[in-house]
C-alpha cells in the first residue's frame, strides 16, 4: 500500500499541500482530482522522490520513502509520468528509453536491445513507436507522453503515478489507454492517476481523491458520487459550463482561405495533402484530428514560420497564432509577464514610437490585461515561467485578443486547463467571435467535446488531408471514427 | 542593477581570500602582494590612466560578446574581429598625411568598424543562411584574421625600410589626441563609455533590442511571433564584429600608430569573462573590464616588488571567472526567486529553462 501521512509542503508563502493524508492500494486505479493549482502534481513529486516535504512522511508497504530522493522511489518501485513531458529533445526515442528500465545494466549500451524492448512493450499497449533513430524535438505532443508512459513503465514498477496523461490523447487513443491502465490494475499494481477530466475518473477509478486548495475535501468511489457532485467538491462554488455552440451560418466575409496546402518533410514524405478551407468573420472553424496528423505543420503554416511545398494561404486582415506548446513556442519563459505580451508585434507597436521601447507604457498596458483577463500575477514584472498553466494560458490568449486580429488560429488551447479555466477561455473566445466581435477563430484541437461545445462548423483532419463534417454531425462516436482516419 | 554588479564583487572576495592562501603557502604575504598590486594598478595618476588604457579594448570587445551573447549568438571570434579593424585602421590611416584631424580620426575609427562588421557579418551570414554554427565559424576566422595580420605587416603593409615586420605609423592626423600629456588619457576611452550607455539603450530600450532578447531567449517563440531571425542574426554579428572592431582602431589610433603581429595579446578572449562576469549587461562591462584591466596593469607592480610571477594574475582571473559563475547563474536565479517567492500553485514544479547554445 501507497500512503502518504499530513504531508505539509510550501512554496514562499504558498501552503501548497496542507496536512494531506493519501493512500492507494494494489491492485486499484485511484484518481486524484483537483483544479490548477489545488497541488495535485506537487503531492505527486513528493510522492516520486522529485520534491522533499516540508512535514509528514510518504511510506510504501510500511517502507518509509526516502525524501526527496527520486532514485530511491525508482529503486522502491514508483515510476512517475509528468504533465510536461521530460525528454532530451536531441536524443532518439530509444536513446531517451535507454534512461529507464531497459537498459540492461551492461558496460555496453545496447540501443538496439533497448528499442526492440521498447517495441514490444509498445506493441503489448497498442502502439507503434516511430523508426530507430528519429529524435524526440520534432514529435507529437501524444506521442512524447506515450514515450514518457512507456520509459515509466520499463521500470516495471509497482506503483505508476500520471499527471494529466489524457489530455493529450484523442476519443480514439483514450479507450485503449483506459483499457491500459486496467491492466496493469489487473497485475496487482497501484496506479494514482491525476487528472481533472471528470468523466474519465469516473469511468476507471476504483476511488477517488479530490484536492482543493491543497487540501483532501473528499474521498469516495464512483458509485458514491457523481461528475456534478465532484465538479463542485473541486470548485467549491457551482459550475461554470461554457454556453451552447453558436452555430451560427450566416458567416460574413472569407477571412481567412487556404487554398490546396501541400508541404513535405526534409526527406520527402508528404505531411500536409492539399487542404483546403476558409473561415468567415464571426465564424469559430474547429479542425479535429488525432496528435500528429499535420496539425502543428498547418499552425507553422499559418503562422508564417514555415514554408509551403505548394498552394495558397490568403488572409485579409491581421492574424494571431496560439501554438500548442506553451512553454516552447507561446511563451519566454525566463523572461518577464509583460515581455512576453509585447512579444506581439501588434502589442509591441502600441508601446513603441520610433524604434523606442517604452517600458512604462508597456507595463501600463500589461496591468490592463492581468485585470482584464483575471491573470493571477502578483505584477506585470513576474517572470512567465513562475506562473501556473492557468495563467500562462490567459496570458497566451489575452496577447492573441489584446492584438485585435481579424482571426485567431489557436492550438490545443485547453489542454491541461481545468474546467473553470476552459470555460473562461471558451466565453473569451466565443466573445471574439460574436457579432460585437466580428472576428473569426480557426480552433485546432484533439479534444473533441471542446470543439462540440463551442465551433460552429466541423473540420476532420487525418493523414493530413481535411474532410468537412455535415453541419448537423455531432456524434461524437462517429467523429472519433472520422479523426481515427474512417473513411465514410 | 545593483546586486548584479555587487554579486561579481562577492565573488571577488572570495577569490581573493582563496588566492591568499595560495600566496601564504608559497610564503609570500598576501597583504603586500595585493597592496603592490592595487598600487601598481590604482596608485597614482598614471597608474590610473594605464590602468583605463589596459581596459579599453576589453570594453570593446566585452561589449561584442555581450551584445551577441544577448542574442544566444556565440561569437568567440572577437579577437578577429578587432585585428581586421585594426588592419582597416592602420592600413587607411597611413594615407591620410594631408587630412583634417577630425576627419582623419573618423574615417579610421569608421574603417575599423566596417572591418569588423564584416568579418562578424560573414559568421552571422554563415549562421542565418548555411546554418553554420557561429562558434566554429568565428574561431576559424580567428586565424584568418590573426594570419592576415602576420602577412600583412610581412608583405604589403611592412615598414619602407623593409628591417621590421611592422607597418609604418598612422598620419599624425589619423590619430587620437593624448590629454595632460604625458598620460595616454584619450577620447577612445570616452567612445568606449558611451558605446556601453548606447548598447544598453539598444537591448533594453528599443524594439529591435527586445527582438534581440526574446531570440536569445528563446529562438523558436521568437519565431512564432514574427521575428526575422536570419537577418537579425546577421545584423547582431555584424555590429557584434563592429564594436570589436572599432576596438581595434582605437587601439591603432591612440595607443599603437602602427599594426605589428600580435597586436592583441587576446582581448577578444578575455571579453567573454568580462561579458560573464558582467552577465552580460553592457553598463557592467565598464567596471568588469576595469577589474581585469588592473589586474593586468597591477600584475607588473607585484612582480616588481614581491617577486611574484605575473602569470599568477591570470590565476586570479580564472579563480574569479569560476567563482562567480558558482556564486549564480543569470539564466536561473530570476526563475527561481519568482518560484519559490511568489508562486501560488503547480507552477513549482516546473523545471527552469535550461539556455543552451543551439548547435
Redesign the interface.
Given at each position: 500500500m501507497l500512503r502518504a501521512i499530513a504531508i505539509t509542503k510550501r512554496?514562499?508563502r504558498?501552503l501548497?499541500l496542507d496536512h494531506v493524508d493519501f493512500e492507494a492500494r494494489p491492485g486499484e486505479i485511484h484518481a486524484l482530482v483537483g483544479e490548477?493549482?489545488?497541488?495535485?502534481?506537487?503531492l505527486m513529486?513528493v510522492l516520486a522522490g522529485?520534491?522533499a516535504p516540508d512535514d509528514g512522511e510518504a511510506i510504501l508497504d510500511e517502507r518509509p520513502l526516502l525524501a526527496g530522493s527520486p532514485r530511491a522511489a525508482l529503486a522502491a518501485g514508483i515510476a512517475a509520468v509528468?504533465q510536461?513531458p521530460?525528454l532530451f529533445e536531441?536524443m532518439t526515442w530509444e536513446e531517451n528509453l535507454a534512461l529507464g528500465g531497459f537498459d540492461t545494466g551492461a558496460e555496453r549500451l545496447d540501443l538496439a536491445a533497448v528499442a526492440a524492448r521498447g517495441r514490444a512493450l509498445a506493441a503489448k499497449l497498442g502502439f507503434e513507436l516511430p523508426p530507430s533513430g528519429t529524435t524526440v524535438e520534432n514529435r507529437s505532443v501524444a506521442e512524447r507522453v506515450r514515450l514518457e508512459v512507456l520509459r515509466a513503465l520499463s521500470f516495471n514498477p509497482r506503483v505508476l503515478i500520471l499527471d494529466e496523461p489524457t489530455s493529450v490523447l484523442a476519443p480514439s487513443e483514450l479507450a485503449a489507454f483506459l483499457d491500459l491502465l486496467r491492466n496493469l490494475r489487473g497485475e496487482g499494481r497501484i496506479v494514482v492517476l491525476i487528472t481533472h477530466k471528470l468523466a474519465e475518473a469516473m469511468a476507471v477509478a476504483d476511488r477517488i481523491t479530490v484536492l482543493r486548495r491543497g487540501r483532501v475535501v473528499a474521498r469516495t468511489t464512483p458509485a458514491e458520487t457523481s461528475e456534478e457532485k465532484l465538479a463542485g467538491l473541486m470548485i467549491g462554488e457551482v459550475v461554470i459550463q461554457p454556453e451552447a455552440a453558436a452555430t451560427k451560418s450566416q458567416a460574413g466575409a472569407t477571412v481567412l482561405q487556404v487554398e490546396n496546402l501541400k508541404l513535405d518533410d526534409h526527406t520527402g514524405r508528404r505531411i500536409l495533402d492539399g487542404l483546403s478551407f476558409r473561415v468567415a468573420a464571426g465564424e469559430i472553424v474547429g479542425i479535429a484530428g488525432v496528435d500528429g496528423n499535420g496539425q502543428t505543420e498547418l499552425v507553422e503554416l499559418l503562422?508564417?514560420?514555415r514554408q509551403s511545398s505548394d498552394g495558397k494561404i490568403i488572409s485579409s486582415g491581421a492574424m494571431a497564432?496560439i501554438?500548442q506548446n506553451r512553454?516552447?513556442?507561446?511563451?519566454?519563459?525566463?523572461?518577464r509577464l509583460w515581455?512576453n505580451l509585447?512579444?506581439?508585434?501588434p502589442l509591441?507597436e502600441r508601446v513603441?514610437s520610433h524604434?523606442?521601447?517604452n517600458?512604462a507604457r508597456a507595463l501600463e498596458l500589461s496591468r490592463e490585461l492581468i485585470d482584464r483577463f483575471r491573470i493571477?500575477a502578483?505584477g506585470p514584472d513576474?517572470?512567465a515561467?513562475?506562473?501556473?498553466?492557468g495563467n500562462r494560458q490567459r496570458l497566451e490568449v489575452a496577447r492573441a485578443i489584446a492584438s485585435q486580429p481579424r482571426i485567431i488560429v489557436a492550438h490545443n488551447i485547453c489542454r491541461g486547463l481545468d474546467l473553470a479555466a476552459t470555460a473562461e477561455v471558451h466565453r473569451t473566445i466565443l466573445d471574439f467571435a460574436s457579432d460585437t466581435g466580428g472576428g473569426a477563430v480557426l480552433l485546432i484541437s484533439s479534444d473533441l467535446d471542446e470543439l462540440l461545445a463551442i465551433c460552429g462548423r466541423l473540420l476532420i483532419i487525418s493523414r493530413g488531408k481535411i474532410r468537412e463534417t455535415s453541419p448537423g454531425e455531432r456524434d461524437p462516436e462517429r467523429l472519433g471514427l472520422l479523426m481515427a482516419g474512417a473513411r465514410d | 542593477m545593483l546586486s548584479s554588479i555587487a554579486k561579481p564583487f562577492a565573488a571577488l572576495l572570495v577569490a581573493a581570500a582563496l588566492i591568499s592562501i595560495v600566496l601564504a603557502a608559497l610564503g609570500a604575504s598576501p597583504l603586500g602582494v595585493f597592496a603592490a598590486l592595487g598600487e601598481g594598478a590604482f596608485g597614482s595618476w598614471y597608474a590610473c590612466v594605464d590602468t583605463l588604457v589596459k581596459s579599453t579594448p576589453l570594453i570593446f570587445t566585452g561589449l561584442a560578446v555581450s551584445i551577441a551573447f544577448s542574442g544566444a549568438l556565440w561569437n568567440i571570434g572577437a579577437d578577429g574581429q578587432l585585428t581586421i579593424g585594426a588592419i582597416a585602421a592602420g592600413a587607411i590611416g597611413t594615407h591620410l598625411g594631408g587630412f583634417p584631424h577630425s576627419l582623419a580620426v573618423a574615417i579610421v575609427l569608421i574603417a575599423g568598424a566596417l572591418g569588423g562588421a564584416a568579418w562578424g557579418g560573414v559568421a552571422g551570414w554563415l549562421r542565418a543562411r548555411r546554418d553554420v554554427n557561429e562558434v566554429i565559424s568565428t574561431i576559424m576566422l580567428n586565424f584568418v584574421a590573426v594570419q592576415m595580420l602576420s602577412w600583412m605587416v610581412h608583405g604589403p603593409l611592412m615598414e619602407p625600410s623593409r628591417a621590421y615586420p611592422t607597418s609604418s605609423p598612422i598620419a599624425s592626423a589619423a590619430q587620437l589626441d593624448f590629454y595632460f600629456a604625458p598620460s595616454r588619457v584619450n577620447l577612445g576611452m570616452l567612445l568606449a563609455i558611451l558605446l556601453a550607455a548606447a548598447c544598453y539603450m539598444l537591448l533594453?530600450?528599443?524594439?529591435?533590442?527586445?527582438e534581440l532578447?526574446?531570440m536569445g531567449?528563446?529562438r523558436?517563440?521568437?519565431?512564432?511571433?514574427?521575428v526575422r531571425i536570419p537577418a537579425l542574426t546577421v545584423w547582431v554579428m555584424a555590429l557584434s564584429g563592429a564594436l570589436a572592431g572599432l576596438g581595434g582602431a582605437v587601439q591603432v589610433s591612440a595607443i599603437s600608430h602602427r599594426l605589428y603581429e600580435k597586436l592583441s595579446p587576446g582581448w577578444g578572449f578575455e571579453a567573454i569573462a568580462v561579458a560573464l562576469v558582467a552577465r552580460l549587461n553592457p553598463l557592467g562591462i565598464i567596471p568588469a573590464a576595469i577589474l581585469f584591466g588592473a589586474l593586468d596593469n597591477g600584475s607588473q607592480a607585484m612582480q616588481r616588488t614581491q617577486g611574484i610571477s605575473p602569470e599568477l594574475v591570470q590565476v586570479i582571473q580564472g579563480l574569479v571567472i569560476l567563482i562567480i559563475l558558482a556564486f549564480d547563474t543569470p539564466?536561473w536565479s530570476?526563475?527561481r526567486?519568482?518560484?519559490?517567492?511568489?508562486?501560488?500553485?503547480?507552477?513549482?514544479?516546473?523545471?527552469?529553462?535550461a539556455?543552451m547554445p543551439d548547435?
Open positions: 512554496f514562499g504558498t501548497a490548477n493549482g489545488a497541488g495535485k502534481t506537487t513529486n522529485s520534491l509528468h510536461s521530460m536531441r503562422a508564417g514560420v497564432v501554438p512553454d516552447l513556442d507561446g511563451l519566454i519563459l525566463d523572461m515581455e509585447i512579444l506581439a508585434r509591441r513603441t524604434g523606442w521601447l517600458t493571477r502578483p513576474t517572470i515561467g513562475a506562473l501556473s498553466g | 533594453f530600450n528599443t524594439s529591435v533590442g527586445f532578447r526574446a531567449r528563446n523558436r517563440a521568437a519565431t512564432f511571433f514574427g539564466a530570476g526563475l526567486e519568482n518560484i519559490f517567492g511568489a508562486s501560488n500553485d503547480d507552477a513549482a514544479a516546473v523545471p527552469p529553462v539556455e548547435a
